[in-house]
């Protein structure tokens, strides 16, 4: 059970008992306030009757009241919106780490697919080199039996040693340097190609 408080106050020059479960100081502090009211009602209006008096002290002190819990209100819906508002940046501030964490994946793979295809490009540049060399071997080597059949041809229509080489092994020279030539060709075919991929993967590593 709650105790109750007895205070014996002066309000507006008469003394007064008020019984309450608030602590003394509470009390006195309630019963000043009311007794400066009157007074302060009483000044300005020039005297009035008591009861006058305490009923306009009543109504500036419940306008008071009033005036502190509509404050207390509006404090309160500005307290909800900025606690929404915070809430709302929260979610902006989570999302943006996600994405943030996102991109940095995407970036991540990104420059590992990057990787990849400079190894792919480097391998093919290798591989371009090589066939570089095969050709100029193979162009060198046709340009040899070119030559020699060349030679041989002209030394068979002047007659010269017309017995040691025969129309049939000039024939099988002949069918050789063909599918050397065929296989050169093969070869451009080929470094026409490597060449495509080679600047295909160096458009997709930059």
Do not use: C, P
């Not at 019984?19 to 100081?25: A, E, I, L, W, Y």
């Not at 060198?140 to 068979?156: A, C, D, G, P, W």
């Amino acid at each position: 059970m709650v105790e109750s408080n007895k205070v014996s106050v002066r309000i507006y020059g008469q003394e007064y008992t008020i019984s309450g479960v608030k602590s003394r100081d509470y009390i006195m502090k309630v019963a000043d306030r009311v007794d400066t009211m009157m007074k302060e009602i009483s000044e300005s209006m020039g005297g009035g009757s008591m009861s006058s008096l305490a009923v306009l002290a009543a109504v500036n002190i419940t306008d008071e009241m009033f005036s502190l819990q509509d404050a207390q209100a509006e404090k309160d819906v500005e307290k909800d919106q900025l606690n929404k508002d915070v809430a709302h940046y929260m979610q902006l501030w989570d999302e943006a780490k996600k994405n943030f964490l996102q991109y940095k994946e995407d970036a991540q793979a990104v420059a590992a697919q990057k990787d990849k295809l400079q190894e792919k490009l480097n391998q093919k540049a290798i591989e371009h080199d090589t066939l570089i060399k095969a050709a100029a071997e193979r162009e060198q080597r046709i340009e040899e039996l070119e030559n020699r059949v060349k030679s041989l041809t002209q030394r068979l229509k002047a007659g010269e040693e017309g017995r040691v080489v025969t129309s049939e092994q000039i024939r099988e020279l002949e069918d050789k340097y063909k599918e050397i030539e065929g296989s050169y060709f093969e070869l451009q075919m080929e470094n026409i190609q490597l060449k495509g991929d080679l600047e295909r993967y160096r458009k997709l590593s930059e």
